[in-house]
């Protein structure tokens, strides 16, 4: 199934921590916090301006985004675990 985002809405895939600290020691999953880096898998078209023109996002697809412990709503398609929120919840692009 596809899904296509509406207005400054984006779909956000986590991407999973290392379970293993930098000494050796396994983190158990009820332990780890919640993933706060994610990859974009689609944005929606943009939001409306005041000059009621469509103004783009600066994220895209395939970006690695951070984004808030909290931020967006969780949802599962397709089986798959996903995070859809507004494009002001996204903190900055990860660049390497």
């Known amino acids: 199934m596809k899904f296509r985002p509406l207005h400054d809405?984006?779909?956000v895939k986590r991407?999973?921590?290392?379970t293993k600290t930098a000494g050796g020691i396994i983190i158990p999953e009820t332990a780890a916090e919640k993933p706060?880096?994610?990859e974009v898998i689609a944005v929606g078209p943009g939001a409306r301006g005041d000059d009621n023109e469509i103004v783009a996002l600066d994220v895209k697809k395939g970006d690695r985004v951070l984004?808030?412990?909290?931020?967006?709503t969780e949802v599962k398609?397709?089986?798959e675990d996903l995070l859809i929120m507004k494009e002001s919840d996204i903190m900055g692009v990860l660049v390497s």
């Open 15 to 18: 991407i999973e921590s290392e």
């Open 77 to 79: 398609i397709d089986g």
């Open 36 to 38: 706060q880096q994610g």
């Open 9 to 11: 809405r984006v779909v």
């Open 67 to 72: 984004f808030g412990k909290w931020s967006g």
